[in-house]
Nanobody, 122 residues
């Protein structure tokens, strides 16, 4: 199975920006649809965004739409989540995920990283 590694988390002030990255070292992400999830304290893991590189299509849930941008590099080795206008409620552990399903629902993501912590606080 694919092993994903996230990076880029940290502490940021409200209104600030942060970029997360995800890769599978030495392995192309080309066969996969990629997604980002987060888990806030005391809550279940929540899907945030999806990218399908074959047609460039993306999807965002309403709470991050217009603030977050998902992208994949041209070599298909990394996926990013650019987060702007961050709010305290964005605090949580952020996970990269992958699926071989080319039209997935959230439940179809079955390959995961260990996550990176994002804390939005003054």
């Amino acid at each position: 199975q694919l092993q994903l590694v996230e990076s880029g988390g940290g502490l940021v002030q409200p209104g600030g920006s942060l970029t997360l990255s995800c890769t599978a070292p030495g392995v192309t992400l080309e066969p996969y649809v990629m997604g980002w999830f987060r888990q806030a304290p005391g809550k279940e893991r929540e899907g945030l965004s999806i990218i399908r590189h074959t047609d460039g299509s993306t999807y965002y849930i309403d709470s991050v739409k217009g603030r977050f941008t998902i992208s994949m590099d041209t070599h298909k080795t990394m996926v990013h989540l650019q987060m702007n206008s961050l709010r305290p409620e964005d605090t949580g552990r952020y996970y990269c995920a992958a699926t071989a399903d080319d039209n997935p629902d959230w439940a179809d993501f079955n390959l995961w990283g260990h996550g990176t912590q994002v804390t939005v606080s003054s």
